[in-house]
C-alpha cells in the first residue's frame, strides 16, 4: 500500500479524536515544536500564509490570528474529513482546501510564508513538496516545519507496545516512506534536502516536549487517534476493541496509577526562500 491510499483515509475517520488530543496539548502550552515553528516564522498582519498538511486547523487557527485583521491562511490538507473540521472550526481569515503538498494548486510567489506541523514525514516524495513549497513562496519568504522523532523507548510507552502485540495486527506499511523517515529523522540530511529544494538557507534545531496526561484512561483513550494506532484498532471487530481498550489501560494503569509524564523530541526545520 501506498502511502495516498493509506493515510487520507485514515486520519479522516479518526479527525475528531485528532482533534481533540491535539487542541488539548496545544492549549497546555506544550505543543513546543509547533510553537517554535510560529516564532520563526514570526507572522505579521497582513501576511498571507500557507499551512501545509493543515489537518483540522490546529496550527491555522492561532497563525491567522497573528496575520488579521487583513492576512489570511490557507490550509491545505489530504485528508477529506480534517479539511471538514478545517471549515466548521469557522476561523475568520482561513480558507482551507483538499489538496497534495507534493503538487500545489496555486501559482508561484503567492505566499509570504508556509508551514508545516507534524506532516512531512507523510510525504512519499519529500523533495517534491519542499520544492513545491519553494515554488509558492515569494523571495525571502519564510518556511518553516515541525516533525516529530520517535519516543518509543519511554515506559508508558513500551507498556502500550505490549498490549497491542497481543490484541492487534501489524500496522499497515506505507511502502515508499522509508526514504521520507530517514531524510527527516537525521538533521543534516534534512537541512540539506531543504537547501536542494532551492531555499537559501535552512536550520534544523531539536526541541523537546513533555506532555502531561491526567490519568493512563486519558493517555490510552486519546492515542487511539495516532495513525499507526488507529490503522491497527480499525482491523478489531467491534466486540474486542473495548476489551483492547480496557486491557491497555490497566496494564499502563499499574505502574503509572496517577498522572503521566511523557517526552518527546521533534525537529523544527526553518528556511528561507
Known amino acids: 500500500m501506498k502511502s495516498k491510499e493509506l493515510f487520507p483515509g485514515m486520519f479522516s475517520r479518526n479527525a475528531a479524536a485528532y482533534q481533540r488530543r491535539l487542541e488539548g496539548i496545544m492549549a497546555r502550552g506544550e505543543a ?14 497582513g501576511m498571507r500564509v500557507l499551512d501545509l ?7 491555522s487557527k492561532p497563525l491567522a490570528a497573528l496575520v488579521a485583521p487583513d492576512g489570511e491562511v490557507v490550509g491545505v490538507d489530504l485528508a477529506e474529513g ?5 471549515r466548521a472550526a469557522g476561523i475568520r481569515n482561513a480558507t482551507f482546501e483538499v489538496m497534495d503538498i507534493e503538487q500545489l494548486a496555486f501559482p508561484n510567489a503567492a505566499f509570504d510564508a508556509a508551514a508545516c ?14 520544492r513545491e513549497a519553494h515554488r509558492v513562496l515569494r523571495p525571502a519568504a519564510r518556511f518553516a516545519a515541525s516533525v516529530p ?24 506499511v506505507a511502502m515508499d ?3 521520507t523517515r530517514t531524510t527527516v529523522a537525521d538533521p543534516d540530511v534534512f537541512r540539506d534536502q531543504i537547501l536542494a529544494a532551492g531555499f537559501a538557507e535552512a536550520a534544523v534545531e531539536v526541541i523537546e516536549e513533555r506532555v502531561h496526561w491526567q490519568s493512563a484512561e486519558q493517555l490510552v483513550e486519546l492515542c487511539m487517534s495516532w495513525w499507526d494506532l488507529a490503522s491497527r484498532v ?14 491497555a489501560i490497566a496494564t499502563v494503569r499499574r505502574e503509572h496509577p496517577g498522572a503521566i509524564e511523557t517526552v518527546g523530541r521533534n525537529h523544527v526545520a526553518f528556511a528561507s526562500a
Open 149 to 172: 522523532l520517535n519516543g518509543g523507548k519511554q515506559r508508558p510507552w513500551v507498556l502500550l507496545d505490549e498490549v497491542v502485540d497481543r490484541w492487534l495486527p501489524p500496522a499497515p
Open 32 to 45: 513546543l515544536g509547533r510553537q517554535r515553528l510560529i516564532e520563526l516564522l514570526a507572522p505579521r498582519p
Open 177 to 179: 516512506q522509508a526514504a
Open 53 to 59: 498538511a493543515c489537518g483540522p486547523g490546529s496550527l
Open 82 to 86: 480534517m479539511i471538514a473540521l478545517a
Open 234 to 247: 480499525e482491523a478489531l471487530p467491534a466486540e474486542r476493541r473495548q476489551a483492547f481498550i480496557d486491557d
Open 117 to 130: 506541523g507534524h506532516g512531512l514525514q507523510f510525504v512519499p516524495d519529500l523533495s517534491r513538496a519542499l
